[in-house]
Each structure stands twice: as C-alpha cells, then as structure tokens.
C-alpha cells in the first residue's frame, strides 16, 4: 500500500431487487482474497445505533411515517456509520464497500417523495461527515426484472411500482450527471459476468490510487 494516503470509499446503488447487495458482497470476498483491508457496511445499518434505525424506517407498522421524519432517520444512520466505521477505515488506509449511501437518499427521498434536493443535499452534507464515495456502481435493473427477483415485504419495499420507477430515473439521472465517478452496471448479466465488470474497474482505480494487487 505504498503512497496510498486514504482509503477507497466503493458503494453500491439500485433498486430493490437489483442484485446490488451480492456484488458488494463479491467485490469484498475479492478485495479479502487480495488480502486488501477492506470493511463491509450497509447503509441504513451497520452500527448498533444505525441497526436499530434501520428496524424503525423498515417496519411496516410505520406506515404513518413522514417524509421528513424518514428522511431525518436515514441521516442519523448515516451519520453514526459514517463517525464510528466510515472514517476510522479510511484513515486506516482500508477500501470501504458500502451497500447505499447518499445517492440512495437522492434518489428516494428527493426524486421520488419529493423532498427538496439542494436542501438534502447540505443536510446530508452535515450528517455524512463530508464523505463522498469515490466511485458508485449502479446495477441497472427494469421493473420486471426485479419483480421476478425479489420478495418485497418491508415499509420501503411494498411502495407503489410508480415510486419505485422514479427512484430508478433518479438513479439513471445522477449517472448521467457524475459520469467520472458512476459505473453503470448492466443487471441484465448473470452474477458471475457483472462481477467481472466489477473487478475489471476495481483494478483500475486501485492502480490509479497507489495499492499494489
Ligand atoms: P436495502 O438496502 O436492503 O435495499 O434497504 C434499504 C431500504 O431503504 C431500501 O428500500 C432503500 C431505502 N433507502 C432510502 O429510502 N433512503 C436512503 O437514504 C437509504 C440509504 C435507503
């Protein structure tokens, strides 16, 4: 890890259903068998705190819940796994892989409920400790597809498939826009094809950053 001065910030976008989860999982297993220190983390989640965060904005029985208030509870999530695990790592020169982060909250809570983006967008600021992945893989899935794929069963999940489509613009949206740090990932491929494609740009940017694979 010769010259690398911080760790790597990698987080995985998508839909429900999309198969995000899994290739983060594969990318770490990958970054493991490297022997790279890495930690893995899911956002909401992760911490103690974050956990039971996370039970709050997923149960069901929440479904009174205010878009503001579901989206002060995702940044307090946040901004606990950012403080106790996110930075340590990084200042401990370790690759984070990170299932969500912000761009989650864009794209749920700006571009499909509503709330106004240039205002989360300084909230989420505040919360996130300033952290920005370095790179984002977004697993492009169409609807039918992750109907085919998933059980849906929490808060988020049972939305109308209306809302759901305007997460997925809003994910496709912040693509176009942030092209050097987004990795759009065609979820059509199997598993084991789409994490090739990960791997493929993971050696680059670790390169790039000074590890040595
Ligand atoms: P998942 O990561 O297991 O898919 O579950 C997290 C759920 O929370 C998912 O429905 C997306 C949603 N979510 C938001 O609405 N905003 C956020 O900022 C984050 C991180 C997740």
New binding site residues.
């Given amino acids: 890890m010769h010259g690398v001065k911080r760790g790597i910030l990698i987080s995985f976008e998508g ?2 259903g999309s198969g ?2 899994t290739q983060a999982k594969a990318l770490v297993d990958w970054l493991a068998l490297h022997k790279i220190p890495n930690v893995f983390v ?4 992760s911490t103690e705190i974050g956990e039971k965060i ?1 039970d709050i ?2 149960d069901r029985k929440n479904r009174g819940m205010h878009a503001k208030c ?2 002060l509870l ?2 307090a ?2 901004s606990q796994l950012a403080y106790e695990i996110m930075l340590p790592a990084l200042m401990d020169k370790k690759i984070v892989v990170t ?4 761009d ?6 700006c571009y ?2 509503g709330l106004p983006l240039r205002l989360v967008t300084i909230f989420n600021r505040f919360a996130a400790a300033g952290l920005k992945p370095d790179i984002t893989f977004l697993v492009d899935v169409d609807a039918a597809k992750r109907r085919e794929r998933g059980k849906f069963t ?4 049972t ?1 109308a498939e209306d809302y759901h489509q305007k ?1 997925q613009h809003g994910f496709l949206l912040m693509a176009r826009r942030a092209k050097k740090r987004y990795i759009v990932l065609d979820g059509k491929k199997s598993i084991d094809e789409l994490h090739r494609d990960v791997v493929h740009h993971i050696k680059e940017i670790l390169t790039r950053k000074g590890y040595k694979i």
């Fill in positions: 839909v429900e995000k989860t899911r956002d909401p989640g996370r904005l997923l579901e989206l995702f940044l999530a946040r299932d969500r982060f912000s989650s909250t864009y794209a749920y809570q499909a409920r929490d808060r988020m999940e939305e997460v």
